[in-house]
Nanobody, 123 residues
C-alpha cells in the first residue's frame, strides 16, 4: 500500500524558513514524480514543485523560484521542500503527492496524496 505523510509545517515569521518532509512507503521513488502542492483558504490547489529522479527533472512554480528547493533521498524514501524567504502569501496547507513515472501539471494526474501540513507565515 502506498502512503505519503507530510511533516515540518508550522508558524513562521515573514523572511523565515521551514523544511517540509514527505515520507513515502510502498513505492520506489525513481518510478514516480513527487510533487508538492499547496492550498490556501478560498483558493484552488496549486503545484509548488515537483521532482522526477528517473527523468532528472525538477519544476518550480514561478511564485517560489529562487526561494524553495525540492530534493529527495531515495535511501530514506523521503522528499523534502526547503522553503526560504517565506511570505504571507505562502500560507497554505501543503501536500505531497505521487504520480506514476513522471511529474504532471495538474493535481488530478497524481495518484497518491498525503494528509497535508499547515504552513502559516505571519508577523
Amino acid at each position: 500500500e502506498v502512503r505519503l505523510a507530510e511533516s515540518g509545517g508550522g508558524d513562521v515569521r515573514p523572511g523565515g524558513s521551514l523544511r517540509l518532509s514527505c515520507s513515502t512507503t510502498g513505492l520506489i521513488l525513481d518510478d514516480y514524480g513527487i510533487g508538492w502542492f499547496r492550498q490556501a483558504p478560498g483558493k484552488e490547489r496549486e503545484e509548488v514543485s515537483c521532482i522526477s529522479r528517473n527523468y532528472d527533472f525538477v519544476h518550480y512554480a514561478d511564485s517560489v523560484k529562487g526561494r524553495f528547493t525540492i530534493s529527495s533521498d531515495n535511501a530514506k524514501n523521503m522528499v523534502y521542500l526547503q522553503m526560504n524567504s517565506l511570505k504571507p502569501d505562502d500560507t497554505a496547507v501543503y501536500y505531497c503527492a505521487a504520480a506514476r513515472r513522471h511529474c504532471h501539471l495538474y493535481d488530478y494526474e497524481f495518484d497518491y496524496w498525503g494528509q497535508g501540513t499547515q504552513v502559516t507565515v505571519s508577523s
